[in-house]
């Protein structure tokens, strides 16, 4: 082993089953023991878990040359593989140029009467009083978001958005215990992963059934590669990267807000002026999903692969050095963030935080691409909600570290319309 960095050395058979129970006590764990640096072994692995800002800021971004990204969605992957999320080096910058300007604030602001149509649409199928699974239903909510937005000409209908969504739903859950499983069936041979090719045959050809906007809407079509097949992969790369992760940010955020009634009544007077919530308007409203964000991170887990041996400061790492950065784990760090565990989303009307403590988008040249659109998504959504319901939430929640993070239990809460 090289370096320096402290860590366990003990069984790495007996960690790596702790990693698939449960990872995010795992790096608790190891952190609370070891300290912000470990190096461990997890089946014939090693690995490098840093849990400091500055390191983090290093590997994702001022050094981010020097790494590719480690295992994960690859991109021998047959969906996706020639998307944003999985392409590496000259393919992957042409691709970031070619589609940056699809999520350029003055486009974002052009979507905004679709996204307000679509959450209007929502909150009138509400009936009063009722239960429901928050989790379930800001998924539905997300990813009629996504297609309105992004592709459909179409209102799409909700059987329609629940087909893609049964569809996207069980194939991230295959993409993710693909991930942390030793079989892996290679997609190509005849026979083998059946159930993935008949959602992923069944997604592709609805999303090959989207009828796309006319000029000058179409900004989204026109950034995508005109080859078939990569368009395809282009655009389930956006509903995949961009569905789960907003839905789950914002039921997070409507259940703390159905535990946090001030937070909420906060959040209704903001949400009575007429104008689009904006961190400037709506500074609770954008505290609120912040905190919710840095509590339950939807991407709770990044990985990276130095392409050669690297040092920084006192930090060596080794080419066969996985490193590991966990958004979870840093955003809820003692010494960065008081009272780390609490909802406390006042941290945000106050102090700024220090560079690449807070990184629910990442940063650097990977960082989410559609971040300003998830925020618009987001902040649009709890203010609309909030201003026409009042949330209580009573469910159990309990953590789910999937692709993204979300709660195997269902997050129950009553939604009653406001007079
Ligand atoms: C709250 C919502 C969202 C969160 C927390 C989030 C988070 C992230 C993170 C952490 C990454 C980097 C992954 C890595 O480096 O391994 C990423 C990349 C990406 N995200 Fe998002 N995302 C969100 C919403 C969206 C939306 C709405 C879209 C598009 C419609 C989107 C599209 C993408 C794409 C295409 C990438 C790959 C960018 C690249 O590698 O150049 N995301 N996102």
Known sequence: ???????????????????????????????????????????????????????????LSHHAQGF????????????IG?????????????????????????????????????????????????????????????????????????????????DIGRHVTWIMEHFYRRTRSVWRFPYHIPGFNRRYHSHARRLASAVHSLKPRPRP?????????????????????????GFETTGHAVSWALDELGRHPLWQEQVYQESLQESWPSPATHPSTEAVLKESLRLYPPVWLLSRKPTEALTHQDLTLKPDDFVLISPWLLHRQP???AAADEFRPERWLQNPHQPYAFIPFVGGPRRCIGEHLAMA???????????????????????????????????????????
Not at 84 to 90: I, N, Y
């Open 1 to 59: 082993m090289s370096s320096g960095i402290p860590g366990p050395q003990g069984s790495s058979l007996a960690r790596l089953s702790a990693f698939h129970r449960d990872p995010l006590r795992l790096f608790r764990t190891l952190t609370e023991e070891w300290g912000p640096r470990v190096r461990f072994r997890m089946g014939p692995w090693y690995f490098v878990l840093l849990a400091e800002p500055e390191a983090a800021g290093w590997v």
């Open 377 to 419: 998504e987001g902040m649009l959504a709890i203010s609309r909600i909030i201003q026409q319901f009042h949330v209580e939430s009573h469910g159990a929640r309990e953590l789910y570290p999937g692709l993204t993070l979300s709660s195997l239990k269902p997050m129950r809460a009553r939604l009653t319309r406001r007079p």
């Open 82 to 162: 020639r998307g944003l999320l999985t392409e590496e080096g000259p393919r992957w910058a042409n691709q970031r140029r070619r589609m940056a300007p699809i999520f350029k604030p003055a486009n974002v602001t052009m979507m905004r009467p679709w996204l307000d149509q679509t959450v209007t649409a929502w909150c009138q199928r509400q009936v009063s009083g009722e239960t429901l699974d928050l989790q379930a239903s800001m998924l539905e909510l997300s990813l009629a978001m996504a297609l309105q937005t992004l592709f459909a000409d179409d209102n799409p209908s909700v059987n329609f958005l629940e």
């Open 217 to 241: 809407f179409r900004v989204v079509w026109d950034a995508l590669a005109p080859e078939p097949d990569s368009r395809l992969d282009e655009m389930l790369t956006l509903i995949i990267a």
């Open 335 to 337: 010494a960065i963030f």
């Open 68 to 79: 590719v990204k480690g295992p994960g969605l690859d991109n021998k992957n047959p969906l």
